[in-house]
């Protein structure tokens, strides 16, 4: 984590969902960290496989992995996912939290859905028109 202080990306640069660059308890996996260290100081690390948690999207509760990030279980329960803009998509062209393309409505607060982890219980709003399974 040495190498990273030097560039201000612990904590300024990388918009992480986390306490701060380096702290695991919290990670997503979203991977900006690991894009944004130019000293490749940090590395992106399998997790296991956590347990199911609850949460509500568009009203419906539903089942998803825990230590995923909002726009991974959007994924996973079907929604579309591109890179590149569409109609009917969660536009995600950046993967790191800085372009704010792939917002949704978390618990009442428009965040980035590629840099944000899902936690017990959130409610997740995504009723755009086209934006639907």
Do not use: W
């Not at 695991?24 to 991977?31: A, F, K, L, Q, S």
């Not at 230590?67 to 996912?81: F, N, Q, S």
């Not at 607060?109 to 590629?114: A, F, H, I, L, M």
């Amino acid at each position: 984590m040495d190498k990273c202080k030097q560039y201000g990306i612990r904590d300024e640069i990388v918009a992480c969902s986390s306490i701060h660059v380096g702290y695991i308890g919290e990670c997503v996996g979203c991977g900006a960290r690991h894009l944004a260290c130019p000293n490749e100081a940090i590395r992106m690390k399998e997790r296991p496989k956590g347990k199911e948690i609850s949460i509500r999207v568009n009203g419906e509760h539903l089942s998803v992995p825990e230590r995923i990030t909002v726009k991974g279980a959007l994924e996973l329960l079907g929604y579309r996912i591109s890179r590149f803009p569409s109609e009917g998509v969660l536009f995600a062209p950046c993967e790191v939290g800085g372009c704010y393309s792939c917002v949704v409505e978390v618990d009442g607060e428009v965040k980035p859905s590629c840099v944000n982890g899902v936690k017990q219980g959130i409610e997740v709003n995504r009723n755009q028109s086209g934006q639907h399974r």
